[in-house]
């Protein structure tokens, strides 16, 4: 993580020196730089958190990551006004103050211990990672958690986990399965979609044209702070439930939005009533509320959860692929379906939400407060919506439990 902060420092440098030295060759450098900062980035710091968490609030601390890159887009939107640095002389500036978290993570990320799972499991030095988990929990006796390390150390084989496994194994298949198809539907979700019809909703509101700008990062703040509320939620409810109902309401949100943006349209140059506008505004907020508390978070909570020390790392690369592909795509053909069905591009996004509700109700389990080894034996035992009991001793040494998903 130290060496890819590096990365996203020189993005900074080469970004704010792009008008300076009259080099658009530098914006493009510091765009590439910051694709391989982020794509790398996000998988890591998902794996360090979900590593170094005691299983009782691994979901809150996974959601702080969330919380934290929501933050940085609400931050991204301020700077970026035109009464700060949103102006054809100052935009340089937005991007050479990244080099300032960049500095302060360089200084500050030595402090913090090498996840401990890591150090047991990986490279099973056994001494190092007690020491680190008692460095992180701040308490002297950490013997259970080094016993549930040393029994997964047992039993991980040594050579490195491939991608390829992760496809041929039945053990792993459903959940890599889920793991991916849980970034496609977070990409997916039509969440790009409503903030590019943003300026239309506000403008249908009759909303001031200087005004907007406001309105947008007034979204960035209900994105924040919805994702700060769901952090002891993650815990008291459990992934399923924060999945499962605000994926609903995502779907039902974007129909109704869709019935509205359509009625807006179809009075052409004259303005629809501002009431209908100030609807939409509503709904489209309960849409990003219903994101930032489920599809938001949770995908990349779950990547880490599902999988233990040996397969995780191919785990999260492959999902990480299916995420930044599918985004790709959306970008990319997202300004072609616009000009192409409207409004009506929403109903593919009702579509995929519509399944992802279905999928996640049969295919994901709850993983809030279960060891690695428990979940395995959900996803083993097919019917996740069931309640499962806690494993017993014998069960966990694998005695009588033959992992083997193809149940599923």
């Given at each position: ?5 590096v ?19 530098c ?56 009464e700060?640095?949103?102006?054809p ?8 103050f ?53 029994l ?83 815990e ?9 109902s ?31 506008g ?11 509320i ?50 192409a069905?409207?409004?009506y ?56 439990v033959?992992m ?5």
């Amino acid at each position: 993580m130290l060496l890819i902060t590096v990365i996203m420092f020189l993005a900074a440098i080469t970004g704010g020196i792009t008008k300076a030295v009259k080099a658009p060759e530098c914006l493009m450098i510091s765009r590439m730089l910051v694709g391989l900062h982020s794509g790398v980035n996000i998988g890591l710091a998902s794996l360090y958190l979900a590593e170094i968490s005691p299983k009782e609030i691994r979901g809150a601390v996974g959601t702080c990551h969330q919380l934290a890159i929501t933050i940085g887009i609400l931050l991204a939107q301020i700077l970026g006004l035109q009464e700060l640095m949103g102006t054809p002389d100052l935009w340089p500036m937005l991007f050479a103050f990244v080099a300032f978290p960049t500095l302060v993570t360089l200084v500050l990320m030595p402090f913090c211990p090498e996840s401990p799972r890591y150090l047991a499991v990986k490279m099973q030095k056994i001494a190092e990672a007690e020491a680190a988990l008692r460095k992180l929990r701040g308490v002297s006796d950490v013997s259970d958690e080094i016993e549930e390390m040393s029994l997964e150390a047992s039993k991980s084989v040594e050579k490195p986990f491939k991608v390829k496994e992760l496809l041929v194994s039945p053990v792993h298949r459903i959940p890599i399965l889920v793991a991916c198809l849980m970034m496609v539907f977070q990409q997916w979700s039509g969440i790009n979609a409503v903030f590019a019809y943003s300026q239309f909703i506000f403008t249908q509101a009759q909303l001031d044209q200087k005004a907007i700008p406001y309105a947008i990062v007034g979204t960035g703040v209900t994105n924040v702070f919805a994702t700060i509320i769901v952090i002891p939620l993650m815990e008291k409810l459990g992934r399923r439930p924060l999945l499962l109902s605000p994926t609903a309401i995502m779907a039902l949100a974007m129909l109704i939005l869709s019935i509205f943006l359509n009625i807006q349209e179809s009075y052409g140059d004259e303005k629809a009533p501002s009431w209908m506008g100030y609807v939409s505004i509503i709904i489209m907020l309960v849409y990003i509320i219903g994101f930032a508390v489920g599809l938001g978070p949770i995908p990349f909570n779950l990547v880490s959860e599902l999988f233990t020390q040996g397969p995780r790392a191919a785990a999260m690369s492959m999902s990480l692929v299916f995420n930044w592909v599918t985004n790709f795509i959306l970008l990319l053909t997202f300004p072609f379906l616009q000009i192409a069905m409207g409004p009506y591009t929403f109903i593919l996004f009702i579509a995929i939400l519509i399944f992802a509700v279905f999928f996640i109700f049969f295919f994901v389990p709850e993983t809030k407060g279960k060891t690695f080894e428990e979940i395995q034996h959900i996803l083993a035992a097919g019917k996740v919506w069931k309640k499962h009991p806690p494993l017993l001793a014998d069960e966990v040494l694998g005695e009588d439990v033959p992992m083997d998903t193809t149940k599923v």
